[in-house]
Every structure is written in C-alpha cells, then in structure tokens.
C-alpha cells in the first residue's frame, strides 16, 4: 500500500528567502505525484503535478517540483517566498493500480514571516 | 467556469443526530469524490463515483455514512448517527473522467466543516 510522508508539520521562512517543502513516499508500482494547496477556509488547489517525463515540474505562482525515483521523494522549491504563500501544502500520490485513488500527506503549514 | 459548490459551509450538531452535506461538480465531470479531512491531517478518501455509480467506497464507514449520487451530477454525503471522532471537514472533489492509464486533476469545493459536540 502506498503512503506519503511530509517531514515537516511547519516551515517558517521569512518573505523573499527560498524555501523547501519535502515529500516522501512509499509504493512498489508506479505513482503519479502531486501538490495541492489549501488557503485558509478553502478547499485544495492543484500546485503541480508529474505524470511522466521531465522529472523538473514547473506549477503555478512559481513553485517547481522534482521527482526523484531513487529516493522516492517528490520535494516542492520557489526561490524567493511571498507573503501570500502563507498556506498549508499537500504532497499526494496516486498508485496506476489497485485502488487507484489519491493519498495525501499530512500536510505542511507554510509561515511566511515579513 | 463556475468551481465545485458544496453547501452548508459550516455545521454543528450533537453526537447521534444525522447530517447531510451536498456537493455539486464542475459542469460535465463524471468522477465525484468525497474527502474526509480530520485537523492535522491530509485529507482522505471516502467515496468515489464514476458517473451515479459506486467505484470504490472501500474506506466508507458504512455504518453510519451513506452517499448517492442519483442522476450522475450533485451527490449527497449523510451521516446517521453521527459521533464524536466525525468532526472534520468534508471536502468534495471532481474530475472529469477516471482514466484507465493516467489520472485527471481533481478540483475541490470549499469543504464544509461539521463539528459535532
């Protein structure tokens, strides 16, 4: 059974500083992975997704990704933070077999500082 | 193009009363999902429809939990009796197909935040 695991529960950086977000997961078929982010009182927006290729996925409002096959890690990266990324963010794994469904990770609250 | 509607946006009852939260999809998704997020949590997945059928209910409580989806477009997600540990936000998603070798962005609604006392 698949499963993810985000390190880290809170991020504080402070506005204009790089920042990154680290996902691991586990699964023994293949996996397409994604970031979703949740703004207070909303629900999930897709950040970015890999589904094959490129192992460097560009998202919205700046934010990459990159897939890592042999650490299995999917981490999420934006070179220089505003203080509109305030926000928790969401790595999930899909399995293209079995259950085929979404599984998310805990989540990391991101708290950009001024 | 107008997002996934659920309603009510927020819900309080006492333990053992039912409750009934309704989503509407994005215009012309066939795949429906119903997410429960527990605080601290990602969210996890509860039901999944594939037009007004059942595809996979594998982590429904369906002791208490029920969902239809009767005509293929908004779905109802109800819990009778409700407790204590279903406080939570019930986020609905919806893609436009469930694909056979790759998979569709799912879009979420709101979520509706039931706290149950």
């Known amino acids: 059974a698949q499963s993810v695991t985000q390190l880290d529960s809170q991020v504080p950086v402070f506005e204009e500083a790089p920042v990154e977000l680290r996902c691991n997961y586990s699964s023994s078929v293949s996996v397409y992975l994604f970031w979703y982010v949740q703004y207070p009182n909303q629900g999930l927006q897709l950040l970015l997704k890999?589904?094959?290729?490129?192992?460097l996925v560009k998202g919205i409002n700046g934010f990459e990704a990159e897939f890592n096959k042999s650490q299995t890690s999917f981490h999420l990266r934006k070179p220089s933070v505003h203080i509109s990324d305030t926000a928790e963010y969401f790595c999930?794994?899909?399995?293209?077999?079995?259950?085929?469904?979404?599984?998310f990770g805990s989540g990391t609250r991101l708290q950009v500082q001024p | 193009e107008a997002g996934v509607a659920q309603s009510p946006r927020y819900k309080i009852i006492e333990k053992r009363q039912s409750v009934a939260f309704w989503c509407n999809p994005i215009s012309g998704h066939a795949t429906l999902y119903w997410y429960q997020q527990i605080l601290g949590q990602g969210p996890k997945l509860l039901i999944q429809?594939?037009?007004?059928?059942?595809?996979?209910d594998s982590q429904l409580p369906k002791d208490r939990f029920s969902a239809e989806r009767l005509k293929g477009v908004d779905s109802t997600l109800k819990i009778q009796p409700a407790k204590l540990e279903d406080s939570a936000v019930y986020l609905c998603?919806?893609?436009?197909?469930?694909?056979?070798?790759?998979?569709?962005?799912?879009?979420f609604g709101p979520g509706t935040r039931l706290t149950v006392l």
């Open positions: 998603a919806s893609s436009l197909i469930r694909g056979t070798t790759s998979t569709d962005t799912q879009y």
């Open positions: 890999y589904l094959s290729g490129s192992t």
């Open positions: 429809f594939q037009n007004n059928g059942v595809v996979d």
């Open positions: 999930a794994v899909f399995e293209d077999t079995g259950r085929r469904a979404l599984t």
